[in-house]
């Protein structure tokens, strides 16, 4: 894909987000309660939690439209609608509605934050292995933060931040020291990779179905 075509495709799917946002605007809109909670000044808690209440679902659903397939990412508003809830809701219930419209893509295992502090000895022995073995047998990204250096209490943690990809290569490291690593994250390619190796349909995740397969 050309520079030209990519900066077309962004700009399509912004004046697609911003469709799919003045939807769900009016759509809220028609709720007197919503009206009374949004334009009031001072929000008690119950006003906030009522903002929460009505604007995580249509956010969740945007979520689900997401991972449904890639022609419909624009429908995912949840870092907008993340922010729009800090700052009309307060500290808590951005947080907390945040967390909330992510579940969608957190069941689906998207990408895995795996922060740690590994000793040096177990962090030289197992903590690459162990990223790039969670990457694998989910098929996902996987963002690891890692602490470096020596402590106040003399414990020195091994550091070496990674960024491993859904087929368990690794597309970025930070070996020691202060910083910050990117990688580009292609959900379009992890989703058909996922398709062509249904591994993640054989999981037995819960105690009876773990039962099950013993017997």
Known sequence: MDTATSVRDLLFTLLLKVAVASSIAALLARWNTFRRVLF?????PDQKLKLMLFMTPPLIVGVTLR??????????????????MGLLGGRVVGPIGGA????????????LAMPAAFTVPTGRAHWETLLRARAIENLCYV?????SGTHSSGRETY????????????????????????????LAKEA?????FPALDNRQLGLPNVAAVLT
């Open 40 to 44: 009031t000044e001072e929000r008690d």
């Open 67 to 84: 991972l449904v397939g890639y022609p419909y990412r624009f429908a995912d508003l949840s870092l907008e609608g993340a922010f729009l």
């Open 192 to 196: 058909e990779t996922r398709a062509r």
């Open 159 to 186: 550091g070496d931040s990674l960024i491993v990809d859904y087929w368990g290569q690794v597309l970025s490291r930070l070996a020691k020291g202060t910083g910050v690593i990117t990688a580009d994250i292609d």
């Open 143 to 147: 963002v690891a933060p890692a602490q």
């Open 100 to 111: 909330i419209i992510t579940i969608p893509a957190l069941i689906s295992h998207e990408w």
